[in-house]
C-alpha cells in the first residue's frame, strides 16, 4: 500500500520522535542482553530500519516504544540464534593459544611451594636469609642493610641455605 506525502511526513517524524526517545533505553537493554557494544547499537539501529519498513508499507503501531522492544527483542533472539563462528586469528588476539602444554607449567609452580613449606625445616640463619632473597625478593644490598650482614656473608648463607633445601626437597 503506498502512503501519501504527508503520511510518510507523520511516519517518519513519529519515527524521529521515537528515535530521539527510545534510542537511549535500547541501546542498554542490547548491550544488557548481548553484552557488547558494537553488536547492541547493530541491532537498535535494525531495529530502527524494521520499524520504518513496516511504517512505508501501511502498517499501524499503536504503542511505540513497546514496539520498538518488540522488535528489539525478536532480532537479539535471532543473534543468539546464529550459530557463532570465530576465526583463529580473532582467537589468536584475544590469546587462545591451541595447543599449549601448562603442564610444565603447573609443576613448577607446585614445586615452588613445596619448596616452600620446606623452608621452615631450614636452620634459621638459612631461613631467613632464602626467605628475603626467593619470597620477598630481595637483593644482597637491601637484604645486607636489614641485617646489618655483609654481602659476602649472605651470600655464603644463601648459597648454604639452597644446598640444604635441595637436600631436604630431594628426600621429601
Given at each position: 500500500?503506498?502512503?501519501?506525502?504527508?503520511?510518510?511526513?507523520r511516519q517518519r517524524?513519529?519515527?524521529?520522535?521515537?528515535?530521539?526517545?527510545?534510542?537511549?533505553?535500547?541501546?542498554?537493554?542490547?548491550?544488557?542482553?548481548?553484552?557488547?557494544?558494537?553488536?547492541?547499537?547493530?541491532?537498535?539501529?535494525?531495529?530502527?530500519?524494521?520499524?520504518?519498513?513496516?511504517?512505508?508499507?501501511?502498517?499501524?503501531?499503536?504503542?511505540?516504544?513497546?514496539?520498538?522492544?518488540?522488535?528489539?527483542?525478536?532480532?537479539?533472539?535471532?543473534?543468539?540464534?546464529?550459530?557463532?563462528?570465530?576465526?583463529?586469528?580473532?582467537?589468536?588476539?584475544?590469546?587462545?593459544e591451541p595447543g599449549?602444554?601448562?603442564?610444565?607449567?603447573?609443576?613448577?609452580?607446585?614445586?615452588?611451594?613445596?619448596?616452600?613449606?620446606?623452608?621452615?625445616?631450614?636452620?634459621?640463619?638459612?631461613?631467613?636469609?632464602?626467605?628475603?632473597?626467593?619470597?620477598?625478593?630481595?637483593?644482597?644490598?637491601?637484604?645486607?642493610?636489614?641485617?646489618?650482614?655483609?654481602?659476602?656473608?649472605?651470600?655464603?648463607?644463601?648459597?648454604?641455605?639452597?644446598?640444604?633445601?635441595?637436600?631436604?626437597?630431594?628426600?621429601?
Amino acid at each position: 500500500m503506498m502512503t501519501s506525502k504527508r503520511q510518510e511526513t507523520r511516519q517518519r517524524a513519529a519515527l524521529t520522535t521515537a528515535h530521539h526517545d527510545f534510542e537511549k533505553g535500547l541501546n542498554a537493554h542490547a548491550f544488557f542482553k548481548m553484552q557488547n557494544h558494537e553488536v547492541g547499537e547493530d541491532l537498535v539501529q535494525e531495529t530502527f530500519l524494521k520499524t520504518w519498513k513496516y511504517l512505508v508499507k501501511g502498517g499501524k503501531i499503536d504503542i511505540m516504544k513497546a514496539f520498538l522492544y518488540h522488535v528489539l527483542n525478536h532480532l537479539i533472539v535471532d543473534e543468539y540464534r546464529k550459530h557463532k563462528t570465530a576465526s583463529l586469528d580473532v582467537l589468536l588476539a584475544k590469546g587462545f593459544e591451541p595447543g599449549k602444554d601448562h603442564s610444565e607449567r603447573l609443576f613448577n609452580m607446585l614445586d615452588g611451594k613445596a619448596a616452600l613449606l620446606l623452608i621452615s625445616r631450614l636452620p634459621d640463619r638459612y631461613q631467613k636469609v632464602v626467605r628475603m632473597r626467593y619470597v620477598q625478593d630481595l637483593s644482597l644490598s637491601e637484604m645486607s642493610l636489614i641485617t646489618g650482614q655483609s654481602k659476602n656473608t649472605i651470600a655464603v648463607q644463601l648459597h648454604r641455605g639452597l644446598e640444604k633445601l635441595r637436600l631436604l626437597y630431594n628426600h621429601a
